[in-house]
């Protein structure tokens, strides 16, 4: 039974690296998508647990990269956060990795904008626009004084 348990553990190790070439994943997660490509469990984990300590695999760093990601594509913290917690980062190194975020209502007021094409900040069109916004992560302070930048910039190009 030892060999098979080698052949088990060798096996698990050649997934995990193969899943590695493609993306990063985060311990847990890691540990997750080999149990679900068929791995035991407790296989899957004694092989994630390895893939940290041989460096292929850092919490930390991913944190980061997931941050950095999701706040170039326009997302807020909320969002971000949900993602963070989707692909099973420790919940000890998100505000660590939020606090690295950069500043973004500039981000905020360009997807208003954007999302308003054009058209005055009022009405039912500010709040579909606020609201999808506010769906993708940020916060009502976030979105309503993007809104009143906005609408005040209208107000001094006339």
Same mark, same amino acid.
């Given at each position: 039974t030892t060999l098979k348990a080698e052949e088990a553990r060798e096996r698990a190790k050649a997934r995990a690296l193969r899943l590695l070439e493609k993306r990063d994943y985060s311990k847990a997660e890691l540990a997750a998508k080999l149990v679900e490509k068929g791995e035991d469990p407790a296989e899957a984990e004694a092989v994630s647990e390895r893939m940290v300590e041989l460096g292929f695999v850092n919490d930390e760093n991913y944190a980061g990269m997931v941050v950095r990601h999701y706040a170039a594509k326009g997302?807020?913290? !909320? +969002?971000? +956060?949900?993602e963070l917690r989707k692909r099973r980062v420790p919940r000890e190194l998100w505000d660590a990795a939020l606090c690295e975020m950069p500043e973004q209502a500039d981000t905020v007021e360009r997807l208003l904008a954007a999302k308003l094409r054009g058209r005055s900040p009022e009405g039912d069109d500010l709040r579909r626009a606020c609201a999808a916004l506010i769906r993708r992560g940020f916060s009502w302070e976030e979105v309503s004084s993007a !809104?009143? +930048?906005?609408s005040h910039g209208l107000e001094l190009d006339e």
């Open positions: 997302y807020g913290r !909320a +969002r971000i +956060r949900e !809104a009143k +930048r906005l």
